[in-house]
């Protein structure tokens, strides 16, 4: 059985003035590891019992490779790797 990380938001609205209350973009993601889109979406429901009416945003993620370089300026504030 192979698992798939899905991102998943709580569509039910924030009762806080913050930018995440009407936009789901905005909103934190829960990653949750699951077979398919549905047990995903049943985690998020044990996790958050009582906002299964208003549902949740269940997505594929597709993760992605970050390379670090640390960049720095020498003598002559010339930048280099």
Known sequence: MTLKHYRCTRNMLYSHDCTGRDDLRERQGHYIWAVNEEA???EMARRYPDETEAGFTVQEW???NVIVVEVK???SKDTTE
């Open 73 to 75: 300026r020498d003598d």
């Open 40 to 42: 995903a979406w049943q």
């Open 62 to 64: 597709q993760s992605f």
